[in-house]
């Protein structure tokens, strides 16, 4: 059966300073992993995705992932963070159904 | 274009009373699915409609929870009778694409709180 850990129901960062969040997940076929982002009263929107091809994925508003199969590991990570990156990030997994498992979700507060 | 529109965004509903969410997704989205969110858990997957027709729906939580695709477009979730567990956010989600690396529009959701 898939799942998807996410390591910190919070994290906090300076404006400027490194994002990382965490993702594991569990698949006993190669999965799909996706990051999607939550703005607050919005509903989810896609951030990345890895589908097999190259392993670091780029997706939007400055945000990468790399995939680590040993590690079963989908972190999303951004150089410098800014006030608007503050928002909910959850990350997913996926194989061959049409079914989406998605992680508890991590909030992201950016201090000034 | 539209995006996934849900109503309504908030609901108040009093144990044993009925409720109706109502979906619409992205026109021409054959893929609607249904997900809650429990009291900042994960988004767990409810169900999945093809067009007009269930796919899955091996997440719903009982036989209180009753999905409609009519004509394959918008979608309604009820709950009857309600119960306080059934509170949460529902979320609605369409996409167009085949295959499992599919792009997931969500709307923003319906709060649902069962007093």
């Known amino acids: 059966a898939q799942s998807v850990t996410q390591l910190g129901s919070h994290v906090s960062v300076s404006e400027g300073a490194l994002v990382l969040l965490r993702c594991n997940y569990s698949?006993?076929?190669?999965?799909?992993l996706f990051w999607y982002v939550q703005y607050p009263n919005q509903g989810l929107q896609l951030l990345l995705k890895?589908?097999?091809?190259?392993?670091l994925v780029k997706g939007i508003n400055g945000f990468e992932a790399e995939f680590k199969k040993s590690e079963t590991s989908f972190h999303l990570t951004k150089p410098s963070a800014h006030m608007s990156d503050a928002a909910e990030y959850f990350c997913?997994?996926?194989?061959?159904?049409?079914?989406?498992?998605f992680g508890a979700g991590t909030r992201l507060f950016v201090k000034a | 274009e539209a995006g996934v529109t849900q109503f309504p965004s908030h609901s108040v509903i009093e144990k044993g009373q009925t409720v109706t969410l109502r979906c619409d997704p992205i026109?021409?989205?054959?893929?609607l699915y249904w997900y809650r969110r429990v009291m900042g858990k994960e988004i767990k997957f409810l169900l999945h409609?093809?067009?007009?027709?269930?796919?899955?729906e091996s997440g719903m939580p009982n036989n209180r929870f009753l999905a409609e695709r009519t004509g394959g477009t918008y979608s309604t979730l009820k709950v009857q009778p309600a119960e306080l567990e059934d509170s949460g956010v529902y979320f609605c989600?369409?996409?167009?694409?085949?295959?499992?690396?599919?792009?997931?529009?969500f709307g923003s959701g319906t709060q649902l709180s069962v007093l």
């Open positions: 997913a997994v996926r194989t061959g159904g049409f079914k989406t498992i």
């Open positions: 698949s006993s076929v190669p999965p799909y």
């Open positions: 409609f093809v067009k007009e027709s269930k796919q899955d």
């Open positions: 989600a369409s996409s167009q694409e085949k295959g499992a690396g599919e792009k997931l529009f």
């Open positions: 890895y589908t097999s091809a190259a392993t």
């Open positions: 026109s021409g989205h054959d893929n």
